[in-house]
């Protein structure tokens, strides 16, 4: 499944990406906006030339993430329908003008809202989504619009389940759940994916909770669920990220996306302190503001940046 482009195209988005590379860097040394973990700062964040990046979109309640892999992208998820101007300048400060993958982890507002906009102005060569059951099949404006938006923009369509795999630049994709069709809650359809770059695992989740986790959990070799990096289920709710659950993952950094006092109370203090039990380095968008996990291959060396709120 992985994308070819022809060489040409390559070569340009490479020289295009490098003259972006170069501006932004120029800028960011003069105005000092780089921010190193645990730093604040309310600038946006800017461009890295790590070979492997996640990108955790400030995006209020929803998810959107972006993952570069060496020269591959994708979008995982959206956000509510009001983000999609947000979503669109973080791509094009970026240097991102097509994106090699869309994923639509499931079929709620929070997580295919703005895919309309954003393929407005940023094509996906191939949308991914969840092989689900039929009485899960949204009634929802929001999923009509989302259907239009992927048939509009040309790409090449596919519903994945476990099993299924992939690669984006140089790392292996493999989808671990949807294990199967019977979910009893599109939460529970949630495309679970690990993503292996070098030895660096990280695992996203879409909006998975315990039910899912623990059919993943019996379906799958535990030692696939070992994971640098989490993106926390569902915005770090205590409906996920349950105890056996992070007893495999072990995470060593996490990422939770989430609004600012959200009406949910996300995330819940009970998943936080599961989470310490592993780790302290838990990174919050509602408090941090862009999350970038950021992976160089030749130092192996993992570093977060934080863009920090206003
Ligand atoms: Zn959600």
Do not use: W
Request: charged letters at 25%; proline letters at 3%; glycine letters at 6%.
């Amino acid at each position: 499944m992985a994308q070819q482009k022809p060489r040409e195209t390559k070569l340009k988005d490479k020289i295009i990406y490098a003259i972006v590379v170069v501006i932004l860097t120029l800028v960011a040394l003069i105005s000092g906006k780089y921010t190193s973990e645990n730093s604040q700062s309310s600038e946006n964040i800017t461009v890295s030339d790590a070979e492997f990046q996640i990108h955790m979109i400030d995006v209020g309640q929803g998810d959107s993430i972006f993952i570069r892999a060496d020269d591959q992208t994708m979008l995982i998820d959206s956000a509510e329908s009001s983000e999609g101007e947000t979503i669109i300048q973080y791509l094009n400060a970026q240097g991102v003008s097509e994106l090699n993958y869309a994923v639509a982890t499931h079929m709620h507002a929070d997580h295919i809202g703005s895919f309309p906009k954003v393929f407005n102005a940023i094509k996906p060569q191939i949308m991914l989504e969840p092989v689900f059951p039929d009485d899960l099949i949204p009634t929802t404006k929001t999923y009509e619009k989302y259907l239009t938006a992927v048939e509009d923009s040309g790409a090449e369509y596919k519903a994945l389940k476990a099993g299924d795999s992939f690669t984006l630049g140089n790392a292996e994709i493999s989808v671990l759940a949807p294990v199967s069709e019977e979910a009893n809650s599109l939460n529970n359809t949630s495309l679970v994916l690990r993503v292996q770059y070098d030895d660096i695992v990280c695992l996203f989740t879409g909006d998975m909770e315990t039910q899912e986790e623990k059919t993943l959990l019996e379906a799958t070799d535990p030692s696939l669920l070992k994971a640098t990096f989490l993106k926390a289920g569902h915005h770090g709710s205590d409906t996920s990220s349950g105890e056996k659950f992070l007893e495999a993952v072990q995470p060593e950094y996490v990422g939770i996306s989430c609004g600012v006092d959200n009406k949910y109370g996300h995330p819940a203090e009970s998943t936080l302190e599961h989470l310490r039990n592993y780790t302290d380095k838990i990174y919050i968008t509602a408090q941090q503001g862009d999350i970038v996990f950021l992976y160089d291959h030749d130092t192996k060396t993992c570093n977060v940046v934080t863009s920090g709120k206003e």
